[in-house]
């Protein structure tokens, strides 16, 4: 699903984001990325959507070589995927079951198609009853509730959350990362990136540092709750030096 081999990614500016680094996360696996600021951790995510290109190595993404694909594919590269963001991107002037929806409507999909699979993930994110509401009238969890289901609704082989909890209170960071749980259950391969330690603890999987640039641990924690003292070393207060 994503293989990384001796990926290296050099800004203009000079900052080596990412030093020879190489791993594979497979169909149906769940992995954290975690680290400080500046660790890499936004270049990698950056990577794997084609936002930017390494300068050197290899980066194969649900069939495609990122390395070689052109312009015009990279849109199908990215219907594969779904993506959850911190700020939620909600449009403002949409209902929930608009903003849902959209996605669907800008692929080309049939609307008795859009209606059924809206319903779908409404309620497999637990937002019965608000479809006609607008993002200013929901919670902050609930408006990323509405992202998650905007992400899932067309499908996607893989997910990736960019610090899917970071702009919600501790009991909705704890149901959105059920709700990730629960999506992945169903064969959906996620990747979360944070910097919730207790979360990446309690609910356990692969779990990936990034620091410098580089995989400091790659580890499966076999159970969730698992102690992991690499995490408790990390220091949030690094200075912010990617792009």
Do not use: W
């Amino acid at each position: 699903m994503i293989h990384l081999e001796n990926i290296t990614k050099i800004y203009p500016n000079g900052t080596e984001a990412l030093k020879n680094i190489s791993l594979d996360i497979k169909q149906g696996e769940f992995v954290f990325i975690v680290g400080p600021s500046g660790a890499g951790k936004s270049t990698f995510l950056k990577l794997l959507i084609r936002e930017e290109t390494a300068n050197f190595g290899k980066i194969t993404v649900n069939g495609y070589d990122l390395m070689k694909i052109k312009r015009q594919k990279i849109p199908y590269l990215r219907r594969t995927m779904g993506i959850v963001f911190q700020d939620f991107r909600l449009i403002d002037k949409m209902n929930v079951y608009d903003n849902i929806a959209f996605a669907m409507r800008a692929i080309g999909a049939h609307e008795r198609d859009i209606k059924k699979r809206v319903r779908f993930v409404i309620d497999m994110v637990g937002l019965n009853g608000k479809e006609k509401c607008r993002p200013n009238e929901l919670s902050g969890g609930e408006q990323q509730r509405v992202s998650l289901a905007r992400a899932l609704v067309n499908n996607p082989e893989m997910l990736i959350a960019d610090e899917p909890t970071g702009n919600i209170d501790p009991k909705m960071s704890f149901d959105i990362m059920k709700k990730l749980v629960e999506i992945n259950n169903r064969g959906t391969t996620i990747i979360v990136v944070t910097h919730e330690h207790e979360l990446v603890k309690k609910f356990g999987g692969r779990v990936i540092i990034i620091k410098n640039g580089e995989i400091e641990v790659d580890q499966q924690l076999p159970t969730k709750y698992h102690p992991l003292k690499e995490i408790d070393n990390i220091d949030d207060n690094s200075e912010e030096a990617e792009q």
